[in-house]
């Protein structure tokens, strides 16, 4: 399965940087032992990699070698190509770019590279269909697209408007082969003027397609300003904190148990 990253976006909400956006430094990994900073889009990679993506294409600007640079030919696991997106042509015209490598029977899934979200591994929720969108809570819907459901079919995405019909947008969405190419050939006949990708799906449904939404997501956070980045380190910072809770829950676990078979052979704990 390819993972795509749309990363040829300007970045004018967090301007001035000296580099591309996706490479802002957002929270620390260890490589090695050692702890380094982590770029932003390193959180979508390992996440795509999570939810099954062995492939992942970077569409990038002309400008951001600086990302080729970064990355390589490979992140963990999973092999990593390029291509170039002219100008920044909206969601839609990044994604179907993709196609110049993704062949004709792999499923896609798209990530955006400028958020932070958790559970990270919640992409393993989706199913098998022609389309599927990993859903969130958010506060302010209105500054997303927000999906509305009917059970779990997507009835319509409201694409960041103020009086959203609902509070979960969506993070991230898959495609199989065949949803990919049909999303693809429609966006063609529609002369190529769809920038979001949330007004294509609506012209989707409308000719017969279907989408589905899960809810499996719990926060989300766009980086692409101040507030978002000071609001994804506190949640990386929580997220930390919940994962030693839960790394001391599990020692204290098995620490109970050893005692307890200990007590029952009638041994001592020297």
């Known amino acids: 399965m390819w993972g795509v990253v749309p990363a040829a976006g300007r970045g004018s909400r967090i301007q001035p940087l000296a580099f591309s956006k996706e490479l802002l430094p957002v929270g620390s990994r260890s490589d090695g032992g050692a702890d380094r900073p982590c770029a932003v889009s390193e959180y979508l990679v390992e996440r795509l990699i999570l939810g099954g993506a062995d492939k992942i294409c970077f569409v990038i600007a ?55 979200w958790f559970p990270k591994t919640a992409l393993g929720a989706l199913p098998d269909a022609d389309l599927s969108f990993l859903l969130f809570p958010v506060e302010h819907p209105e500054f997303f697209d927000a999906v509305v459901l009917d059970g779990d079919r997507v009835k319509e995405i409201q694409v960041k408007k ?73 949640l990386l910072a929580s997220n930390e904190d919940v994962d030693q809770q839960r790394s001391k829950l599990r020692a204290a676990s098995v620490t109970d148990t050893m005692a307890a078979s200990t007590r029952a052979f009638g041994g001592g704990v020297s």
Not at 66 to 71: R, V
């Open 162 to 234: 103020l009086d959203a019909a609902s509070n979960w947008i969506w993070g991230a969405f898959k495609m199989s082969a065949s949803g990919f190419r049909d999303l693809h050939l429609l966006w063609r006949d529609r002369d190529c003027q769809d920038e979001y990708f949330g007004t294509l799906v609506n012209s989707y449904l409308a000719s017969g397609g279907s989408g589905i939404g899960v809810k499996a997501g719990e926060s989300y956070v766009d980086v692409g300003t101040i507030h978002g980045y000071r609001t994804a380190m506190a």
């Open 62 to 116: 002309p400008g951001k070698s600086d990302i080729l640079e970064y990355f390589g030919d490979h992140y963990g696991s999973a092999q990593l190509a390029y291509v170039v997106q002219p100008q920044a042509s909206g969601l839609c015209d990044a994604v179907f770019r993709a196609g110049t490598v993704v062949g004709d029977h792999e499923d896609v899934v798209v990530g955006l590279p400028d958020t932070v």
